[in-house]
């Protein structure tokens, strides 16, 4: 009954995940045919959502001595999900949509706080899945997210020092002072994009450990 | 060997005037440029100190002291020099009227003081070369000061952008994409600065515990 269960609601999710990455298809095609960078973007990020949902879907399924994934392995999956949403968001905004808007605020505002959070919502989805006698991390968590945070920390500082001399190395790029919020979500995004990336390798050196 | 005063005072004779040449001197000294010639000393000093150090016996002091502290007081020196001479030149970088030559001056010594920082960690290592110069404690105080650095480098980034995203148009005179490029640059040593100091704290607290 359960394997039934679990069999639908599998089937519900590839069709979800499909109906996203047909979406992102479509924008991409849109933001091509328009000219514009920001759709562009925002099709290419739904896209790699839809990926990364399927690859979640693979990776989490029973490993050859039938172990299941940890709260932490399915806490770094949640975390490159809600990572990905934001970079759509604030890459967009970097991008320039919502030019201008008071929208663009509110959304810059939310942002930062999921932003400067980000790391809190990874131990407060673990304590809220936590049954009883579990334990919140052990020994082998400890060893695999301090390799994700050192690749976290590497991508970020090259993200920093690319970017930075790409400002350099282009003066005639339009002055910051006059869009600021672009340039704000460009160095929030960079932030994300870093902790994607070293969530992304916590989840699949969990996978490769039960494999 | 012991060390002796007159090294001492030959070893600040040089680091003196360079720290003087890199914060606080002229444009330029004698017809050269106080920066680059700052730095030059600054390496030298850096240079002789090594020298000395690595004609020390291996002592009980020294056995006392992992490499990885040494490496992390020189990264806690030279990016300290490096931010407070990046800081000192901010007029140069932030605001409409930033000279671009000068600053590309500027830049070309903070490079070429974090290549002397890099040639001089590595010497340092290679020192310890062929000894077993990492343990447990290691391990865990470099993951603990990386973590420090990592939340150092976010919080700088968010900061600017908070910065940036929040004040009104009319205070953003300053934000020239020249401007926020060296500030990202001061980010990053700000990131390391801060995971040197707190590897070269942990140890310090571990060794009084």
Known sequence: MHGMDRNRRGGWLLLALALVAALGLTVCALGLREGEAHLLFGGVVLVAIAVAGQLQRVAERPGRDGGTPSLSERASWQHVGVGMAAILVLGGLSLGSMQGRFSSWLFFFAYVLIVAFYPQFRTRFIEANLRHRDLAGDERDHVLRAQGDRVAKRVLELALVATAVAWVAMPGLSAPSAEPVRVASLLLSLVLVANVVGEARVAWLYWRDRQ | ?209
Do not use: C
């Open chain 2, 1 to 209: 060997m012991q060390t002796r005063p007159w090294q001492v005072a030959g070893l600040a004779a040089i680091a003196l005037p360079a720290l003087w040449l890199l914060l606080a001197g002229p444009e330029r000294a004698l017809g050269v440029d106080s920066g680059n010639a700052g730095m030059v000393l600054l390496v030298t000093a850096a240079w002789t100190s090594l020298l000395a150090l690595s004609r020390l016996p291996r002592g009980e002091a020294e056995r006392k002291i992992a490499p990885a502290e040494w490496k992390a007081w020189i990264g806690t020196g030279f990016m300290l020099v490096a931010m407070v001479f990046l800081a000192t030149r901010a007029e140069l970088f932030l605001g409409p009227s930033a000279d671009r030559h000068t600053a590309q001056g500027v830049v070309r010594s903070l490079v070429m003081l974090l290549v002397a920082w890099a040639v001089l960690s590595r010497v340092v290592a290679a020192r310890w070369a062929g000894a077993v110069d990492e343990d447990e404690r290691d391990r865990e105080i470099a993951l603990r000061a990386s973590g420090h650095g990592r939340n150092a480098l976010v919080m700088a980034g968010i900061a600017l952008a908070v910065s940036l995203g929040f004040s009104p148009p009319d205070r953003l005179a300053w934000a020239t994409h020249l401007g926020i490029a060296n500030l990202l640059v001061f980010g990053l040593m700000l990131g390391w600065l801060v995971e040197y100091a707190a590897t070269a704290l942990m140890y310090v607290t571990d060794r009084r515990r």
